[in-house]
């Protein structure tokens, strides 16, 4: 999409990288053998499932949205993965391997509502901003990374480690050299 990369946003994202790694290291947590091999795939997966996420947002955005139908197109991804959510738990469920709870259930709303309203904001967001997705999209994932760590923090008393610590300044320091390399251009 023609955006430019100059070495404010190539240092923002490279500190994102480093502010992610460290503000998700847990002290002292080591897996069995067994679920070793399964854990270290899921990083690669969520980066490579949240990357591809935000482009084919932002390619929907650029080809089809802009400034209409964002509400349509937010609505129809949603149901699409929630119609694939209950298929799937019904065969757990059938299969006997989960068994359906009011917790998750309540659970499940609780997110899925701000996951839609944040999706809906981040599409309009990118057809009225006239920033670079390469700006406004490190911006909204590295602010969640941030606001979950804070979140965890302060309601379920999650520890906070010195390396935890450090991420979220990577991810303060990286949002704001992303941010002024918007203007900078």
Request: hydrophobic residues 50%.
């Amino acid at each position: 999409y023609h955006e430019t990369f100059g070495w404010l946003k190539i240092a923002g994202i490279l500190a994102a990288f480093v502010a992610v790694v460290f503000s998700s290291l847990k002290e002292n947590e080591h897996p069995t053998t067994a679920n070793k091999s399964k854990l270290h795939l899921l990083p690669y997966i969520v980066f490579i499932g949240s990357g591809a996420c935000d482009s084919l947002t932002q390619f929907a955005n650029k080809r089809y949205l802009m400034h209409q139908g964002i509400e349509e197109f937010a609505l129809f991804i949603f149901t699409a993965a929630g119609i694939t959510g209950i298929t799937i738990l019904i065969f757990q469920v059938v299969t006997g391997r989960t068994k359906i709870n009011n917790k998750s259930i309540i659970g499940g709303i609780a997110l899925g509502i701000p996951n839609y309203l944040t999706y809906i904001f981040t599409l309009k967001t990118l057809a009225t901003l006239k920033w670079d997705s390469s700006v406004i999209f490190p911006v909204i994932n590295l602010g969640t990374v941030a606001f979950a760590s804070i979140a965890g923090f302060l309601a379920f008393k999650e520890k906070i480690s010195f390396i935890n610590f450090i991420g979220l300044m990577f991810a303060a320091v990286s949002i704001i050299l992303i941010v002024l390399s918007n203007f900078n251009n």
